[in-house]
């Protein structure tokens, strides 16, 4: 075996023996990824139960109603009094 | 070539020598170094679940969980403790000084745990994972806490209960781990539903402990807890609790409880209970530096006196005599009995009415609320029949509405009771005590044609993924007690009288016809005898429209200190502001209203 290619095996394993390191870094650096997204897609999801928990806040029937007062007044007006007895005109 | 061999022969002893030493430690500390080694790099996480909502009978949601952020540290990673504090404290809103006093102590300790701040903002958050990615603090992380939440505010907080963080301990041979814990109401009842299961999963993991990667292997997800379903209505609930918190203060009493029920399927609408608490926060902040009398109060607020306290009823026990000796034909509606009061001896036993009648008749018995004339038609019953109607309206026993704690009430063993005393202390409500959840159901045997009915607080309770688990929608028979003419008989000619002619004028609405029974009963002493001088009972229970009863209330206001005590007068009020709001969110279309449109030339006609 000459120097040459005893080189060439040295500098070939060297290079995939690289090619695996980077491999492998690159894999945990998407991993991470992927853990970082799940971790986002959790917070986001906890969001979403906080926004419904929101929407039961505003829902309260007392609070809307109270809001509606507060906007409109109250809807139901009061009946006219009823009217007071004509007397017949004498013929 | 002979240099290239031995530079070959070189590189290959130098590969021969590390795979041998490799071999070696395999064959002689593999395992054990293995195991080191997944300790290192795996980690099983706890995947928490989600505790289930509570939501009313129109699903508002009464209480949901949410996740706070939380952050702690591991001293143990931390090279410079002063650099660590001053960048994270003021993200945090903290004194970096006080936080590095701790993080010393904590090393000092060896401790490997520390919390450094509980439920951050938004604002903390966002902070915090900048400061910790820019400055590489990588022995800080973030950790999500449950906490229970209560959208609608202090609603029915004595029927939901509340929870507690607690060690929970998962099935199998999962190591415990710190979970929401329902302690009382709802909560504590249907805990083990609310709940749900915890799921796990085993990650890979970095020098710093943060997840790389999960392994497919060993991961079981979360199964998130069922939804209870409630009877009450967060708007009936709402209005139930003003009132009565407003008649509580104005009478000045120590408690008032109230029932709202629907008399046709037994669902419980409303019950509250004040003084009341905040589910959010049920123990305050310095419950530890309070008093032992002080932490007693406290907890005493936590009673759900509606189904935990009973009481001597007074009055409102009367049509639970009367009726069912109108039913079997002992007295008849139009008999007349010779009152002839104020007082009247029956043997030993002396029994006053607050007004002298001379002669009433069995309606008028109830409607005025005469103790003597319940005396002489408990005297005509005899004792083994009063003993039936008490037990047959299921007075003794546990109503099953299905919250934790409920009293049975007391109705003394048939042996112990006393010919001389019973039959005529027993009709006005002596001798005998009983929860307010009892006299809702009992009373709405008047309501729906003589059923004594299961009240109930729970419709149902919904899976996570929607599949009802259980449905408690129907109504539930318990027994016939009276026959339905003779609960209609007695509720349109008793019980309509005591709100238009008799003891509970207070209570009369002008859409609806009410109906009801007054009830002032003095307050036994500890222990049974006798009673407390001056302090009373007040309470009313009623429902209107009187044709079609779609609603029975109660109030019961305890040892009312000012400006009056009798049932008719501190109760009977709340009861009627209730009744009317309660009818007109049900839009119940008004009773009496027809009948003023008749007199403006508008066809008559009572609904």
């Known amino acids: 075996m000459t120097l040459f290619r005893v080189i060439v095996v040295l500098v070939g394993g060297l290079a995939l023996?690289?090619?695996?390191?980077?491999?492998?870094?690159?894999?945990?650096?998407?991993?991470?990824?992927?853990?970082?997204c799940e971790r986002d897609a959790d917070e986001i999801r906890q969001q979403v139960v906080e926004a419904e928990l929101e929407l039961a806040r505003l829902r309260n029937p007392t609070r809307i109603r109270q809001h509606m007062e507060q906007a409109v007044g109250p809807s139901v007006e009061e009946p006219p009094p009823p009217e007071a007895p004509r007397r017949r005109a004498r013929h | 070539m002979r240099g290239s061999g031995v530079l070959f022969a070189a590189v290959g002893l130098l590969l021969a020598g590390g795979a041998g030493r490799l071999a070696?430690?395999?064959?002689?500390?593999?395992?054990?170094?293995?195991?080191?080694?997944?300790?290192?790099?795996?980690?099983t996480r706890t995947i928490a679940a989600r505790r289930g909502e509570i939501l009313d009978t129109r699903g508002r949601v009464l209480a949901g969980t949410v996740r706070h952020p939380s952050v702690f540290v591991d001293p143990g990673l931390l090279q410079d403790v002063h650099f660590a504090a001053y960048s994270v404290a003021p993200v945090l809103a903290l004194s970096a000084a006080e936080l590095e006093q701790q993080l010393l102590k904590s090393q000092e300790e060896s401790s490997r745990f520390l919390w450094v701040k509980h439920r951050l903002s938004p604002a903390e958050l966002d902070g915090f994972q900048r400061v910790v990615a820019t400055r590489r603090l990588r022995a800080f992380d973030m950790q999500y806490e449950p906490a229970r939440v209560y959208p609608q505010g202090k609603v029915a907080p004595h029927v939901l209960g509340f929870v507690g963080l607690d060690r929970r301990t998962p099935p199998g041979d999962e190591p415990p781990f710190e979970d929401l814990c329902g302690r009382e109401g709802v909560e504590g009842a249907y805990d083990d539903m609310l709940a749900g299961v915890p799921g796990h999963r085993t990650l890979t993991v970095d020098v710093g402990r943060r997840a790389v990667r999960a392994a497919a292997d060993n991961f079981r997800p979360a199964v998130d807890g069922a939804t209870v379903v409630l009877t009450i209505d967060a708007y009936i609930q709402q209005v139930a609790q003003k009132v009565l918190g407003e008649t509580v203060k104005k009478y000045g009493a120590e408690w008032g409880a109230t029932v709202v029920i629907d008399p046709w399927s037994g669902e419980v609408l409303a019950m509250a209970t004040i003084p009341d608490y905040d589910p959010a926060e049920p123990v305050p902040p310095n419950f530890n530096e309070l008093n032992e009398a002080e932490q007693?109060?406290?907890?005493?607020?936590?009673?759900?006196?509606?189904?935990?306290?009973?009481?001597?009823?007074?009055?409102?026990?009367?049509?639970?005599?009367?009726?069912?000796?109108?039913?079997?034909?002992?007295?008849r509606i139009d008999e007349v009995f010779a009152v002839n009061g104020p007082v009247h001896d029956f043997g030993r036993r002396t029994i006053r009415d607050t007004h002298p009648y001379g002669s009433l008749a069995l309606h008028e018995i109830v409607s005025k609320s005469s103790n003597i004339g319940m005396g002489m038609v408990g005297g005509r019953c005899g004792m083994e029949r009063l003993h039936r109607f008490v037990r047959s309206f299921g007075f003794g026993d546990i109503t099953g509405v299905g919250l934790p704690g409920e009293h049975t009430g007391m109705v003394q063993d048939f042996s112990r009771w006393n010919p001389?005393?019973?039959?005529?202390?027993?009709?006005?409500?002596?001798?005998?005590?009983?929860?307010?959840i009892q006299i809702v159901a009992a009373f709405s045997v008047f309501c729906n044609g003589?059923?004594?009915?299961?009240?109930?607080?729970?419709?149902?309770?919904?899976?996570?993924?929607?599949?009802?688990?259980?449905?408690?929608?129907?109504?539930?028979?318990?027994?016939?007690?009276?026959?339905?003419?003779?609960a209609e008989m007695f509720r349109q000619r008793a019980l309509v009288e005591t709100v238009t002619d008799g003891t509970g004028k207070s209570a009369k609405l002008d859409e609806?016809?009410?109906?009801?029974?007054?009830?002032?009963?003095?307050?036994?002493?500890?222990?049974?005898?006798?009673?407390?001088?001056?302090?009373?009972?007040?309470?009313?229970?009623?429902?209107?429209?009187?044709?079609?009863?779609?609603?029975?209330?109660?109030?019961?206001?305890?040892?009312?200190?000012?400006?009056?005590?009798?049932?008719?007068?501190?109760?009977?009020?709340?009861?009627?502001?209730?009744?009317?709001?309660?009818l007109a969110y049900m839009q119940v279309p008004p009773e009496l209203a027809a009948e003023v449109n008749s007199s403006r030339g508008a066809p008559a006609k009572r609904r």
């Open chain 1, 17 to 36: 023996l690289l090619l695996v390191v980077i491999l492998r870094a690159e894999t945990t650096r998407l991993h991470y990824s992927i853990a970082r």
């Open chain 2, 24 to 43: 070696y430690i395999e064959v002689t500390k593999g395992s054990e170094l293995r195991a080191s080694a997944a300790r290192q790099h795996r980690a």
């Open chain 2, 296 to 331: 007693e109060a406290v907890r005493g607020r936590w009673r759900n006196r509606a189904v935990t306290d009973s009481f001597e009823p007074g009055s409102v026990f009367k049509p639970f005599v009367a009726s069912p000796a109108l039913d079997e034909g002992i007295v």
């Open chain 2, 420 to 436: 001389s005393f019973s039959p005529q202390s027993i009709p006005i409500g002596q001798e005998i005590a009983i929860t307010p």
């Open chain 2, 450 to 486: 003589g059923l004594l009915l299961r009240p109930r607080i729970v419709r149902g309770v919904i899976g996570p993924d929607g599949a009802t688990l259980a449905d408690y929608s129907r109504p539930i028979a318990v027994r016939r007690v009276l026959e339905e003419a003779t």
């Open chain 2, 512 to 582: 609806y016809q009410v109906f009801g029974k007054t009830g002032t009963a003095q307050v036994a002493r500890p222990g049974g005898h006798g009673y407390l001088p001056g302090k009373y009972v007040g309470s009313f229970v009623g429902g209107a429209p009187s044709d079609n009863p779609r609603a029975v209330v109660l109030v019961s206001i305890y040892k009312p200190s000012k400006e009056g005590y009798y049932g008719g007068t501190v109760a009977a009020p709340a009861v009627k502001e209730i009744l009317a709001e309660t």
